[in-house]
């Protein structure tokens, strides 16, 4: 089902979700692991890791403004990417069609989908494979 979680200082960490994942943390860290439908994550002051091992049903978002943002992809899942940072490099795994900077990335994996959106005020954003 769908998570809607928040808190005000501590980390927030959530596995197996078959849903909407919707998390806030205004001084933690969170981690989403095996999600199968969207993501909404924000922390202002921790880092964000998830996993996507299925295709995203619609667009996610993660953003941080104090740490490093590291997702996980299934080899097959498309989607539009959109990767920036303020303070450190983004790097992907994956072959992106578009345009590919040393602190930005904007542009198609497999072929495009639903957008995939990675931001960071002071840290990296990295794109792996699973």
Do not use: C, W
Not at 28 to 40: A, L, Y
Not at 45 to 70: E, H, R
Not at 73 to 97: C, H, M, P, Q, Y
Request: aromatic letters at 2%; a positive charge; proline letters at 2%.
């Amino acid at each position: 089902g769908d998570v809607n979680a928040h808190t005000s200082g501590g980390s927030i960490s959530l596995g197996h979700i078959d849903g909407l994942v919707m998390v806030k943390t205004s001084g933690g860290s969170i981690t989403v692991e095996e999600v199968t439908g969207t993501i909404n994550a924000k922390t202002s002051g921790g880092s964000i890791k998830a996993t996507i091992s299925q295709q995203p049903t619609g667009d996610s978002v993660l953003k941080t403004s104090g740490g490093s943002v590291t997702v996980y992809l299934a080899d097959d899942i498309a989607v539009d990417l959109s990767a920036k940072t303020g303070g450190g490099r983004v790097r992907s795994d994956f072959e992106v069609n578009g345009s590919v900077k040393k602190k930005s990335i904007n542009g198609t994996i497999n072929g495009g989908g639903p957008d995939l959106i990675l931001k960071t005020s002071g840290g990296s954003v990295k794109v792996k494979r699973l």
